[in-house]
């Protein structure tokens, strides 16, 4: 395979949290990202579905020359991840390589949390999964794990409310949901990618002693640390620091959107807005 860029693929504009970070962490390799959006969102949608979706997805950066491709939907990764990377990846392309956003949220989580009571607000699909039980137990076997589906969450954001008055309802009810079922929780992973743009709404009603854990940050350090042990595939990757868009809807709107999602990315680790160009083609998956 030729050289090739990271590809970022989300339901969505969630992922592009993910990518803010990996961009801020990795800044001089060259990125495609993929939002699937004219069929998000995935959390509520079937397995078979949330695979299906997944693997054209896969297949259509492998397409795009990407020889490693980051599921920055924790949807995708708990519905999808395991069956690709072991049947078509295995199977197909064993020269590239898919990796998920669970894993590294769960190796770090053990070390944030004092008690090790930590609660996951995530999509009906990964909590139903219960991914995040079984990644986190097989790290840290002592701990309690509390999962709640925040439904609503990602539609306040893919809409656009993520910052109106009427998302706090919503906000404030999953949360003390989440506290009711353990009161103890010292930290809460927030186990969608869209999530972190509620972020400043969520520190309102969680005391301050809990700590809040979106994933950008550690899904770019696990990237790095995999790079530095896969040479070979870091070999592979070009870098010319640049950065592609791909949408299954409208490329205006994706421009709007996806503009306001990498600014408050940029503001919440307290840089500059960049004014980043953003150049948007719609493709069919
Ligand atoms: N951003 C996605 C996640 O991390 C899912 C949103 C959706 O499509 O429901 O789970």
Request: with cysteine.
């Amino acid at each position: 395979m030729k050289m090739g860029k990271i590809g970022v693929f989300d339901s969505g504009y969630g992922g592009l949290t993910i990518l803010g970070q990996l961009r801020r962490r990795l800044p001089r390799y060259d990125y495609a990202y993929l939002g699937d959006n004219a069929r998000a969102p995935y959390g509520t949608r079937s397995f078979d579905v949330v695979y299906e979706f997944t693997l054209q997805a896969v297949k259509r950066l492998i397409d795009m020359d990407c020889p490693l491709i980051i599921l920055a939907c924790n949807t995708a990764s708990a519905k999808a991840l395991r069956t690709i990377q072991q049947t078509f990846i295995a199977n197909e392309r064993p020269d590239c390589r898919v990796l998920g956003v669970i894993r590294p949220t769960a190796e770090v989580v053990g070390t944030l949390s004092h008690n090790h009571h930590i609660g996951v607000l995530a999509t009906e699909g990964t909590i139903r999964s219960e991914s995040y039980d079984l990644e986190i137990h097989k790290l840290w076997p002592d701990a309690v794990v509390t999962g709640l589906a925040a439904p609503m969450w990602v539609s306040l954001v893919e809409n656009g409310e993520y910052d109106r008055p009427g998302a706090d309802f919503f906000v404030r009810d999953s949360l003390q949901q989440l506290l009711a079922l353990d009161p103890v929780i010292d930290t809460i992973i927030l186990g969608c990618t869209h999530y972190p743009l509620l972020l400043h709404k969520i520190k309102k009603f969680v005391p301050p002693h809990i700590r809040l854990v979106p994933q950008g940050e550690y899904v770019a350090a696990a990237l790095d640390d995999y790079l530095k042990r896969h040479t070979d595939l870091d070999a592979r990757l070009s870098t010319g620091s640049t950065c592609e868009f791909f949408t299954t809807e409208s490329p205006t709107r994706f421009r709007e959107q996806a503009a306001l999602f990498l600014d408050n990315e940029r503001l919440r680790v307290g840089e500059r807005s960049s004014g980043i160009h953003i150049d948007v083609q719609r493709i069919q998956l």
